[in-house]
């Protein structure tokens, strides 16, 4: 599987059509994204900004082990923005459940920064379409963000705001890249040309749509708004009740995703194992696939079927750091 290959389809949902990428030997005439299989589902879903062929990455090398599918947010890539214009956390999160849902075995989620904190809601509110959980820099609520997240919220602003991340989106390319690989990348210089032109193709389609500065405005008023939620649906709350084991990465130099988000997250999920990339911004699944890939094939093998009955009961010990394909230093303490 490569990035020309990994086609897709458009999903009929009951807030407007779904791009959702699907496996290789998915039957081109099905009416339904259903397959009968003997490996299990995985489902991608990005981050703000991003799209689905953001995993094509990992999913090659790991698609001999499960079924990778992967989705355009509502508004993002080749989804157009859902009927009734709800892209809030909840709107998202009922994208995504219908589009697991569809596939029609719990799936393995895995998501990227805002998808994170999505994909958390769908864990906790959906548990049988949900398998394992694995995480890739979540943006999960932090009162005290690092300065990358704080110049977010120009965009936020009122009458200015529109401005800008009108401007932003239409700006050069080439430029916007740059921006792109220094907010979220721990070595911006490492960034490969075949990684530089899916950016510059993301970007250049991104500002072909004439409503892609809104849906990106609304998605990041999604992710502040659950930073200051207080109500009982909030995402640490949520993250709390999630009963699956779940795999989450961090990056030793993200300038956007905090350590005391890595530390909470040790302490809230109730199955997790928490893998630090000491070189990796943001962007872990960019930045360094053949450690994310290890440490998500070792994952996924030590899990026992049937889905909802592994037996997972009790937590693993975290990892503080992985290194290309190799995971060091277990702390002594899973909490």
């Not at 458009?10 to 290789?24: A, C, K």
């Not at 397959?35 to 990005?46: G, I, K, Q, S």
């Not at 911004?281 to 998500?296: I, K, N, S, T, Y």
């Amino acid at each position: 599987m490569d990035a020309a290959s990994w086609s897709g389809r458009m999903l009929e949902t009951s807030r407007g059509q779904i791009f959702v990428r699907q496996p290789l030997d998915a039957g081109a005439g099905r009416a339904e994204i259903n397959v009968d299989t003997a490996r299990a589902p995985m489902l991608f879903v990005h981050g703000l900004g991003g799209e689905s062929l953001d995993w094509v990455d990992i999913a090659v090398q790991v698609s001999d082990l499960v079924e990778c599918y992967a989705l355009d947010l509502p508004g993002f890539a080749n989804s157009p923005p859902p009927t009734d214009s709800d892209l809030s956390l909840d709107g998202l999160a009922r994208a995504v459940a219908e589009v697991a849902r569809s596939i029609g075995k719990p799936v393995h989620l895995v998501a990227n920064s805002l998808g994170g904190t999505v994909a958390v809601r769908v864990a906790a509110e959906h548990p049988e379409l949900v398998a394992s959980l694995t995480l890739v820099a979540p943006a999960l609520p932090d009162l005290h963000p690092r300065l990358g997240s704080v110049q977010l919220l120009i965009g936020l602003l009122p009458l200015l705001g529109p401005v800008i991340v009108r401007t932003i989106i239409k700006a050069d390319p080439e430029w916007m890249a740059r921006r792109v690989y220094a907010l979220c990348y721990g070595d911006p210089k490492a960034v490969t040309p075949e990684r530089h032109a899916r950016e510059l193709a993301t970007l250049r389609r991104r500002a072909s749509l004439p409503y892609s500065p809104r849906v990106y405005r609304d998605a990041l008023r999604a992710t502040v708004g659950s930073y200051v939620d207080r109500g009982p649906r909030r995402p640490w709350l949520q993250a709390a009740t999630v009963d699956v084991p779940t795999l989450v990465f961090f990056g030793g130099r993200d300038k956007l995703v905090s350590d005391r988000v890595a530390a909470r997250a040790n302490r809230t999920f109730r199955d997790i194992e928490v893998l630090r990339l000491p070189g990796a911004g943001h962007l872990a699944h960019f930045e360094d696939p053949a450690a994310v890939v290890a440490a998500m094939r070792a994952f996924l093998s030590g899990l026992r079927p049937p889905h909802r009955a592994w037996g997972m009961s009790g937590r693993r010990a975290t990892v503080d750091q992985v290194g290309p394909g190799n995971v060091t230093e277990p702390l002594i303490s899973p909490r």
